[in-house]
């Protein structure tokens, strides 16, 4: 079993969304985020004021998978959350952790049959 953690652009992620239910990876949590990396900050006026904010608005995926859902899930999110055919800076980040252990609340199941 794998968490796989997707940092992407707020605007992909309905294509993202669209991208893993044709692979057939229906569950995931999303969350609002910021963060910087490469994209540089943008300049803004506030107040009279100008200053320069470098944290970026994105969403991050998190969505545990089993082994063989590991790859297909990757290639979704590259698919929608590529911009163009080359992507651009800012695109975003896959990260692939280990899981220990899952347990379904309702049931009690644990494991990979818990995802």
Do not use: W
Not at 17 to 39: P, S
Not at 51 to 72: D, S, Y
């Amino acid at each position: 079993m794998k968490l796989i953690i997707a940092i992407i652009q707020p605007h992909n992620l309905e294509s993202v969304k669209q991208a893993l239910t044709e692979v057939e990876v229906y569950r995931l949590t999303i969350m609002d985020c910021q963060g910087f990396g490469r994209q540089t900050g943008k300049s803004e006026l506030y107040g009279g004021e100008g200053f320069t904010n470098n944290l970026r608005r994105k969403v991050q995926l998190q969505i545990a998978v089993n082994e063989q859902f590991v790859e297909p899930t990757i290639a979704a999110i590259i698919k929608g959350g590529r911009t163009g055919d080359k992507g651009e800076v800012g695109d975003g980040k896959i990260f692939i952790l280990p899981l220990e252990d899952v347990v379904r609340i309702r049931t009690g199941e644990r494991g990979p049959e818990a995802i």
